[in-house]
């Protein structure tokens, strides 16, 4: 046998890094069946809770009875239907820009926009914590690529220094492991001053940030001029699924004809882009949304400082807590799960070697009272664990 897997896989398993996917048997919601067990859950991204709303329902159901449930080729070819158009419009009114793409995922989104954008001697510099399907983008793009230490202002600036050709500066908004912010006003400073371009992915900002829900732009005051390149995911804040980018009509008329993820790819269900307007329009409309987060994030930090847990500087719905181990790490998320919480351990190589935590995320769906749920879970769990476990 020419590629020894099954010793791959045993070493994996024993690094505690073996990954299993749990079952999900009922709708997302803060109270799902996984496995067979009912378990309040705390690591959806759904931070709205408008992936099973009512009204969403209701528009991906009609749009299914209009437009049926494929979208039947490329958007080049005869597969962007009037609801991806409509969405298109809205996304681009939405986030302040001319026009704004409709792709079938972030991952294709990220791709597809740094190799449309930059290649052979060019350059991309990357924060080094950037999500993965940045990190490959960059480097599957041909162009020099380097990463400078997590929003880094002075690190980022020594390497643009450097830079040749066109270059292009890519962050995360909010990082998805971590919950922080980019320090996105120097970010974009830095890379006016020296005539780069900045390219922000804000998946897990949309709907969670600005007054509006317009994410990290939003909320730091910045324009086309700052951050000219854009993508937000519709799978997190808005509850569905896809992607987008939004920039000027340069941008966008440039990534129709040369990004190849958007060029070969069918498009999504024409369906799906009638929920997200639906979505979309409840994520604007409904700022309570995003007050009750506020609420439940302070909430959930004043008491997990109290039982002596190590919480990572995040003032978004994304909390985690730092353990260290990648062995404790599942042994906290299985104490918990026995307690009927459902909080995944994430560990390398998602997060750095010795940096495994519990991603808690917070939905606008949960209440006080799940959330003190999870912190009586959490005490507990936590008693029960012994003082140490090495990896």
Known sequence: MPFNLRSRLAERHAAHLYRQRPLLQSPQGVRVQVDGQSLLGFCSNDYLGLANHPEVLAAFTEGAKRWGVGGGASHLVVGHSSPHHELEEALAAFTGRPRALLLSSGYMANLGAVTALVGRGDT??????NHASLLDAGLLSGARFSRYLHNDVASLESRLDKAVGNTLVVTDGVFSMDGDLADLPALCAAARAR??????????????LGQQGGGIVEHFGLGLDDVPVLIGTLGKGFGTAGAFVAGSEALIETLIQFARPYIYTTSQPPAIACATLKSLQLLQQE???????????????????????????????IQPILVGSSARAL?????????????????????????????????????????????????????????????
Do not use: Y
């Open 287 to 317: 700022s309570w949304r995003r007050e009750r987060l506020q609420q439940l994030i302070s909430q959930f930090r004043t008491g997990v400082a109290t039982i002596g847990l190590e919480l990572m500087d995040s003032a978004t719905p």
């Open 331 to 391: 042994l906290l998320s299985a104490a918990l799960r026995r307690r009927g919480m459902l909080v995944t351990a994430i560990r390398p190589p998602t997060v750095p070697n010795g940096t495994a935590r519990l991603r808690v995320t917070l939905s606008a769906a949960h209440t006080p009272e799940d959330v003190n749920q999870l912190l009586a879970a959490l005490k507990a769990a936590v008693a029960e664990l012994p003082e140490q476990n090495h990896d």
């Open 195 to 208: 005539g780069a371009w900045m390219m922000v992915d804000d998946a897990h900002g949309f709907g969670c």
């Open 124 to 129: 991309v510099l990357e924060d080094r914590l």
